[in-house]
Structures are given as C-alpha cells and as structure tokens.
DNA sequence: AATGAATGAGCCTTCATTCAT
DNA sequence: TATGAATGAAGGCTCATTCAT
C-alpha cells in the first residue's frame, strides 16, 4: 500500500488545481448519478476523485453547489447533444426524429444522466436560481419551433404555441424514456411520435 | 400554537388510535408536500398532528413506510378523481377534455400532492414493490383506451398503442403543469390538447 | 380475531390479581432466561402473560423489581433444590456428591436460570440490597460445612475454612458448567470431584 | 474540567490519530470498569478522552466493537500478566503459588478489570466469535498442566484432567476472588489453595 | 494547493412509564 | 383490576464542514 500510494504521489503532485477539479466534476457526477444526492457524501466524491476531503471545499463552497453544477453541466451537456443533431431549416418531421434519436442516443451513453438532469428542482433552488424544470425548457423551444412553422402556415392557427410545445416535449420524453425501458425498436418509436406530432399539427 | 393545543385538547384526551393515525396522515401529507421527505423528520410530522413523536411509531414502523403510505394514498386519491370524471363509453375527445380538467381541479386543491405522487420511484423501492412510475401507469392506461378507440377504426391503423398512450400521457401532464403555473386559461389548456390529440390519432 | 379475544375474554375474566401476578412471574421468567434483562421488555412480559402492557405496572414498581424478583426466586429455588437434595449427617463425600448431582439436575431441567441466578449483582444493587453473590454465598455454606467436619478432626486442621469453602463453591461450579457443556458423563464428573476434594482435605 | 482541556490542548492540537485512539482506548477502559456495558455511551468515552463524539466513529465502527477491544485487550494483559510470572519447570505447588500471586497483584493493581474480563460472553457473541469465557480457557490451560505432571507420575492415575482443570482454575479463581474482598491475608491465600489442590491430586 | 483528523448539530428510533378509560 | 395509547428522555450513529499542518 505505502508503494503505491508513493506511485501515486508523484503523478498527483504533477496535478495542478484545475486537474483536481476535473477529478471531483467526474467523481460528482459519477456518484451523484450511481446513488443520487442525498446518497453522495463530499467525502465519498473527493475519495472517488482520489484526493482528500478536504480538497473537495478548495473547489466547491459546499456540497450542494458541487450538486448544482453537475446538474448545469448534464443539462448543458444533454442540450449541445440535441442542438448539435438538430436539422437547421429542415421541417418539422426530420426536427422530431433527429430530436428523438438524439435523446435516445444520450441516454444510451449516459445512464442515469437524464434521470439526474430533470432533478426535481426542489431540491436546489433554496435562494439559488430560480431554476425552471428542464423539461419546460425544452417546452418552450418547441413552442419556438412550432411558432416558427406556423409562419409558414403549414400549422393550424387555432393552436396556442405554448401550450402545444409544452405538450410536445412531455410526449417526447415520456414516451422516449418508456422506449428505452421496454424493447421497442427506437425506430417504431421515430416513427410513430413523428406520424402523431405532425398530424397533430396539420391544418385541418 | 398554545391556542391551537387547546383547541385540540378534548380530542387528545380522548385517546382513540383511529384519530391519532388520522392526524399524523395529514400532518405527513402537509409536510411532505412542503418540504419534501428529507426535510420532514418524524417528530415533526407528530408536532403537527400535536401528538408526542413516540407517537409517530405506534403508527409507522418507520420514516419511509410513512412517506409510501402518502405517496400511495396520493396516487390513488388523484386516480380516482380521475376516474371519477371519465365519461364512460364517450369518444375520445372527451376524454381528452375529462381528463385534463380532473388534473386540473385536483393541481389546484390539492397543490404540491401531484409533485409528489409523481416523486422519483428511486427514493421508494429499496426492496419495496417495483414501483412503476404512476405516469407511466397513465401512459398504459391510454394505451388501452387508444386500443379501444382502434377497433371503431377512429384511428390510424398505423400506431403502436403503448407508445402513443405514453405520449398522450405525457403531453397531457407536461401541458397541464405548465398551464397552471402560467395564468393561461384553463379553456384553452383543455381546447389546445383535445385538437391536438384527436387530431393525431384520427386516420390519414 | 374477534373471535379468538372473545373465548380469551370469558377465561381472563375470571382470573383474579393472584393469578395474574403468577402468569407474569412466568412469563418475566421465561424472557429474561431467554433474552437477558436488556433486552426484555415490560410490555414483553405483559404480553407473553397475556395482560395488557399496563398490568405490569400493577404488580411490579418497574422493570428492575421485578427482575430482582426473578433472581431471588431464582436462587431460592436452586437453593431449596439443592438442600433437599443434602444428606444430613451424611459424609463429606456423600454431601459433595449430592451437592454436584442437583446442580447438573436443575441445569438441566431449568436451561438458562442458572446462568440468570449467577447473574452479575452490578445490574442489580443500584442502592438496593448489597446482594451478596449467590457462589460467594454457596462458598460460605460450604465453609461451615468444612468447618463441621473439621470438628470430627476427619479434616487437615491447617486450612482456613472460608477460603477452603470459597475454592470448593468455585471447582464446583466451574466443573460442573464445563462438564454440562461437553458430553462429558456426569458420573465422571461426580467421581472425579468427589475424589479431589476429599483427598484434598484429608488430614496428611 | 476546563483545566483538564487547557492541559490537554497542546497534545490534542497536534491532531495526531494514534494518541487519540490511545485516548479513547483508557478511557472506554475506564468507563466499562466503572460503570459497564450498558451505562457507558460512546459519548462519555469521547468525552472523558478530550475529545468531540463523532471522533469515537472514526476508530470504532460501533460501540460494541469498542467494548470487544476492551475485553480482549484485558483478557491479553491478564493472561500476559500470569504467564510472565510463571516458573517453567517448576513443580505444581510453586505454580498455584504463582498463579495466585500474579492474580492477586492485578486485581489489586487494575481493580474492576478482571470482572469485565470475565463478562458474560452473551453480550458479546452476537455473530462474532464463540468467545470461549476466558475461566474455561483457564480451565484447560490447567488441565494441560495436570497432564504435563501426570506423566510424571506424581498425580493419582485415576483423574480426569479436564474436570480437574476447570475445577482447579474455578477453584482459585473464587478463592481469589473473596480473600480479594475480606481482608484476608494473601500469604494465607497462598498458602492455602496451594496446599488443598497439591493434596487433591497426589496419589492415594 | 492539499490533507484528513476532528467536530457536534442533528437524525431516526426505542422503551420504561403514565393515565384516562 | 385491567387496558393500551400516549409520551419524551435518551441512545447510537452520520455527515457536512473546519482548520492545523
């Protein structure tokens, strides 16, 4: 043990500051996702990342700032996946499936990510930001979209966009995240939400 | 708070168990909806049911079987409101309208329950039940009513039920939050989502 | 339920104080040989007796008394078994016999009370009687024995009885236990300690 | 009290862990000798060591584990004690002779130690080791003993050694035990035992 | 910057005892 | 006499955070 610790030694103490917080950022979230927030001790982070408790507050002020960023960081994360998929100019159809496929991606690759980014607000804010569920968000990017389709008039005009985006995202989600559980083929899924949100749209 | 005991006084005396577990269910309910579970501690859900804390055990063998006992009289408090209203045998529009005005009226009595009867099943099994997601138990309950609803061939033939319904569910619970939060017209929620679901499901 | 409480009712009705004081006797007797005194409950006992928890309280001040109780009865019993069992006039051998004969005989058929009567007298005094140790106390009978015998001079008249009668009580004791626990034959026992402390005090 | 910190806090500002678990180790000792098991908290072991209560979790997973490491702490130094003045080769007399003695000195020496020593193993066991009471293990320590003269010959064939190997080791722990409490003289002690058992075993 | 021993507020739970019925 | 719901002091233990090194 004491040759190995020596081992590490040296490369640790190559590590400046910032490497140590990447540590911590991995270790966060690795254990934030494995066990959730209240599961997730500051010390069991800091021993994840392989540094000493108290490095953990050189770098957060407190556990659940260290909790805040991660979730800031998932988001951001989920939402540059999905931007970056996002056809520009194409119509509404390809943007539904080239959402979902990127949703279903992520959550492949990130077990447990999602589940951590739509975190009940609740538990954060506390006189931090006002912090609005990401799912709204995502709500009021599809009223956007859906707002920037009706200019084209390929939408009923009886529609409020709010409403309707908000509805889009939770049919997105909630049907993406029953997808992954059961073993629907992802392309039944693609072709099914984008057959019902568009129809849903069209004119009458 | 002194007044308050006093008030309460006769009915303490009393000593009945049936009141006191009355009591400590809606003192449970009261402060889990507050202040979540980790907030709530045992003695001060039996503060506000103005019993002694030993009290809270002869009731709940601990903390949690006291939270899933709330959380599952929730769900099925606001399952049969639901059902309450839906219109047996009426078309699918109906519904719809049935449905999102029942969550509606329930989000506005009973505020903060639907956030909780929806709460993450994570903090639950711990070699509890499975613990489906009860959104998940609607988007199977819609499934259904789509599969019905199919055989008078009203629907595009072309649609897997279990993932519509869980898209239906979806929309329907993200759409409703959102309006209540925002001063959108409860009409227009309910006018919004009714063309937009029958809409999507009617055959090409 | 009902039911069963019903038959239960007629029979416990009839029953006067008398009896219920015997039942919890009983019942106090059978946990703390079973459980030890931390671990058993009054409302344990109250329930092994078939009495509400409160009863209890009517017949013993608290738990420590009726504790003391049960290790007097205890001894009490152990000590009139063994006495009945001693042959007046009889031999020192004889008496030694005897002597180990009723001990191995109520080990046997009072699992766990002697291990209780023996118990450590620091759980008990706590102000209350100095409650002499029940060995140091067989050790003083067998003093006196010793020295009854040292008057028909059948004994070496260096030794001091006290001490004498204390080493006696102990090999007794001592071997009989370890005997009990392997299957060591009780007649090996017997002979063996009669053999040894006879010889021991034999004049030289 | 606070003197006793100001005395302290230069060594306790060192923060050193091995002299905090020196630390806590006298004083669970002290407080399970003079109080026992079940009225000692880990708190006043904390405490009475100088230090916060959360510090005791950092060298004890539990507070029965501290006490295990108390008993078998003793029961090694009292072992180690008796050994050490234990004559190699030297005859049976000498050996009670030195037994007694070494007894003797460290009840005097360590008062209300060899009572813990000797707990009742039912407070311990709990799925840890058998825990054979240290009285037994003594007892064939002696019985080893006998064997070892036996060959020599100067020990009546006809005895078992094991039964008189407990009987021996009760024998002069008893004895010890009350010439302890009256004011006995140890040379009488001594004397005594060391006659009794010599004579017990010689041939007839 | 990094460490980890130390801290103590605070949590969940138990249980001997009381008392209105 | 008997009951059992109610009580709250007390106990064991955890964990976010500090601070001397």
Redesign the pocket.
């Known amino acids: 043990m004491t040759g190995q610790v020596l081992v590490m030694e040296s490369a640790?103490s190559s590590?400046?500051?910032p490497?140590?917080l990447a540590r911590l950022k991995a270790a966060a979230r690795k254990l934030f996702v494995e066990r959730g927030y209240?599961?997730t001790?500051?010390?069991d982070i800091a021993k994840e990342a392989g540094?000493?408790?108290?490095?953990?507050?050189?770098?957060y002020p407190?556990?659940?700032a260290c909790f805040l960023a991660f979730i800031a960081e998932a988001r951001r994360e989920l939402d540059d996946h999905i931007q970056s998929r996002r056809l520009q100019g194409a119509g509404l159809e390809q943007n539904i499936a080239a959402a979902l496929t990127a949703i279903g991606d992520y959550a492949e690759n990130h077990p447990g990510v999602m589940r951590a980014a739509f975190t009940d607000e609740r538990m954060i804010d506390a006189e931090g930001a006002p912090s609005r569920s990401l799912l709204a968000e995502w709500g009021e990017q599809w009223a956007d979209t859906v707002r920037g389709v009706a200019k084209t008039s390929a939408i009923s005009a009886s529609y409020d966009p709010d409403i309707v985006g908000q509805a889009i995202a939770g049919a997105l989600l909630q049907a993406g995240r029953e997808a992954h559980r059961s073993p629907l083929a992802r392309e039944a899924l693609v072709k099914n939400l984008t057959a019902f949100i568009s129809r849903a749209l069209k004119p009458a």
């Open positions: 640790r590590r400046r500051k490497e140590s209240d599961a001790r500051p010390q540094l000493g408790h108290g490095t953990f507050y050189l770098h407190d556990k659940r």
